[in-house]
């Protein structure tokens, strides 16, 4: 059995990617698996998506533990700890991110022994605002390293999946689908199918042992104070609102209303955005009346002012 594990940010098209990959392979005739897993947040969230490719019935079920092979659309999750990126990598596992850079670089900062790619389809722009086609070059690219899938295979997974989009989308993606898979070719195979562990294999739980309290300091407080404000969830946002203030109208009601993480606050009458919390939903766009709100890439101020909150 080969295991795919991809991973991203909501909204960059991981969960079709793991669509795309795994319509390409039925199509194929291999048994397939296919799922995301992520939580309730929006925009920019970590998640990711695994795959199961076997030419036998797949009992296996749950997360994927030990990947055979690791695509990370986003560079920019490896060092946040809740994605989870180099979980259960193996000797034998190979990670793909999707960055300009060449390995050495990765391989000196991340310590990993097994087989690490770096690819950037020509095409691409270099932006993570640049959402709708991540998906289908990750998708694209693991059926390339996966060398039991052709072309035409892949290209019918795509229009499965992305049949209903505007022929101009379908075609660029179509475009871009096939760039990654020619430019993978010297890499085509080098992903090989992991062995089922044994039975009697599986790790203990490490357990926490945690001392027995006074029901007033284990039990649950409904009146303690929130900690969520110290998650600075911010830092998953590709895209972000910006008021122009010369046209806002101060109906603070408005946006303040609608944003759904409360992260538009009301100072004497002016509303202000808390980029430590937004995560670029971009609701207050679409609810401004006097479209006061605009969109900014992220990356593009990032560059600028070197801070996710500024």
């Known amino acids: 059995m080969r295991r795919i594990r991809f991973h991203g940010r909501g909204g960059q098209g991981i969960k079709t990617a793991s669509r795309i990959?795994?319509?390409?392979c039925f199509q194929a005739g291999f048994?397939?698996?296919?799922?995301?897993r992520y939580g309730a947040e929006r925009r920019?969230?970590?998640?990711?998506?695994?795959?199961?490719?076997?030419?036998?019935?797949?009992?296996?079920?749950?997360?994927?533990?030990?990947?055979?092979l690791v695509v990370v659309a986003d560079a920019s999750l490896i060092p946040i700890p809740a994605a989870a990126v180099l979980t259960g990598l193996h000797d034998g596992s190979v990670l793909l991110v999707l960055s300009p850079e060449p390995p050495a670089p990765w391989g000196a900062r991340l310590g990993f022994e097994g087989t690490l790619i770096t690819f950037w389809?020509?095409?691409?722009?270099?932006?993570?605002?640049?959402?709708?086609?991540?998906?289908?070059?990750c998708a694209a690219a693991a059926a390339r390293l996966l060398g039991v899938i052709t072309l035409a295979h892949l290209e019918q997974g795509i229009r499965q999946e992305l049949g209903d989009l505007r022929p101009s989308i379908l075609a660029r993606n179509l475009e871009l689908a096939r760039s990654a898979f020619d430019g993978l070719a010297e890499r085509a195979g080098c992903v090989t199918e992991g062995t089922d562990p044994a039975p009697d294999a599986a790790e203990a739980p490490a357990?926490?042992?945690?001392?027995?309290e006074e029901a007033r300091i284990s039990?649950?407080?409904?009146?303690?104070?929130?900690?969520?404000?110290?998650?600075?969830t911010g830092l998953w946002r590709t895209l972000r609102p910006v008021i122009d203030y010369d046209r806002c109208?101060?109906?603070?009601?408005?946006?303040?209303?609608?944003?759904?993480?409360?992260?538009?606050?009301?100072?004497q009458g002016t509303p202000r955005i808390d980029y430590d919390h937004c995560k670029g939903c971009l609701v207050c766009v679409a609810q401004c009346?006097?479209?006061?709100?605009?969109?900014?890439?992220?990356?593009?101020?990032r560059k600028t002012t070197g801070s996710p909150s500024a």
């Open 289 to 301: 009346p006097p479209h006061a709100i605009e969109t900014r890439p992220e990356s593009e101020l």
């Open 207 to 212: 357990w926490v042992d945690l001392p027995f």
């Open 249 to 267: 109208n101060r109906c603070w009601w408005v946006c303040s209303a609608f944003c759904p993480d409360g992260a538009i606050v009301v100072e």
């Open 21 to 24: 990959l795994g319509d390409a």
């Open 121 to 137: 389809p020509p095409g691409l722009a270099e932006d993570r605002s640049d959402l709708p086609l991540v998906g289908t070059v």
């Open 31 to 36: 048994e397939v698996q296919d799922a995301p």
């Open 219 to 232: 039990a649950p407080v409904i009146h303690g104070a929130l900690t969520s404000g110290l998650v600075p």
């Open 44 to 68: 920019g969230a970590p998640l990711f998506a695994y795959v199961r490719v076997d030419g036998r019935p797949i009992l296996e079920r749950g997360i994927i533990a030990r990947p055979d």
